[in-house]
């Protein structure tokens, strides 16, 4: 996925070449890479972190004790976990790759979300055993619904070139 | 002595998470006296863990199976150096932002360690 160069790799290149010069030094091995993970991403990193260990440990004990009980629910729980793991690798690495494939994948946590929450209000015997994002995340403060927002914001801003940076953070030479 | 610990981790958690969230709305990174702050929290996770192998140790059995509690005992221990070593990258309020949510994270593991526990066998 690194060594990607298709269209889409020169279309970036050309995009950082538009940049005024003084942007374009900081963030030229990775457009708007550096800033992915920093400042607010950070949070969001530690966040997403958070939730990929949760997930994943917590589907993992479900499945290897009692997968039959619910094999959807710890199955979803699975999927869960592994999206916010890519989410977390992304938001860790930079880059604007890693923020496409954030971008898809904060997308599908926040249809993922949605669509559990409706279907644990309508059917809830469709999944006998609480999932991270049974009832839009209710176990879990609402967090699984609020961090995919927050998460495209965030990756809409810092994939703006000039205004991405948050207040005050780099003063302009 | 169990509830006892749990307890101490849960109040000096959400404190520190008031401390540093009062640091994160001022706009300043953390210090070194938010630092000696998360020791403490740290120190308070470790004793928590200590205490939690002795009971098993004794053959006190949580109500929710050994594996979890023990998973969450970790993981509780490791949420405040995690958290700590996330701000001293991010020198920025997003770094006191940071412990302020690892400190809100512990106290929400620790309601559920009670819970996993069992409140019969304090």
């Known amino acids: ?173 | 002595m169990l509830d006892a610990v749990t307890l101490t981790v849960t109040v000096t958690a959400l404190l520190l998470a008031a401390w540093c969230g009062l640091a994160a709305y001022r706009d300043e990174p953390t210090n070194d006296w938010h630092f000696i702050g998360m020791a403490v929290v740290t120190l308070a996770a470790l004793v928590q863990l200590v205490v939690a192998l002795v009971r098993l140790g004794h053959g006190d059995r949580p109500d929710h199976g050994v594996a979890v509690f023990v998973g969450y005992q970790i993981g509780a221990a490791c949420t405040i150096p995690a958290a700590a070593f996330m701000s001293l990258a991010e020198r920025s309020r997003w770094g006191s932002a940071i412990v302020a949510a690892g400190g809100v994270i512990l106290a929400v593991l620790e309601l559920r360690l009670h819970e996993i526990w069992g409140a019969g066998h304090g």
Not at chain 1, 26 to 46: D, S, V
């Open chain 1, 1 to 173: 996925m690194a060594e990607d160069s298709t269209a889409d790799g020169t279309e970036d290149t050309a995009m950082a070449q538009r940049q005024t010069p003084d942007a374009a030094a900081g963030t030229t091995a990775e457009p708007g890479g550096t800033r992915l993970g920093q400042g607010p991403g950070r949070l969001l990193l530690w966040f997403y972190g958070v939730f990929t260990v949760a997930a994943l440990s917590r589907s993992i004990v479900q499945i290897s004790t009692k997968f039959s009980d619910a094999p959807l629910a710890y199955l979803l729980s699975l999927a869960a976990g592994v999206v916010y793991a890519v989410i977390t690798v992304a938001l860790w690495r930079g880059g604007e790759q890693a923020r496409k494939v954030a971008l898809v994948s904060c997308s599908a946590e926040l249809l993922g979300v949605i669509a559990v929450g409706v279907l644990t209000l309508a059917d809830s015997s469709a999944f006998p055993d609480q999932t991270v994002w049974s009832d839009f995340g209710v176990g879990y403060v609402f967090l699984p619904l609020i961090l995919p927002v927050m998460g495209l914001l965030w990756l809409r801003r810092a994939g703006r070139p000039e205004s991405g940076t948050p207040e005050g953070a780099a003063p302009r030479p």
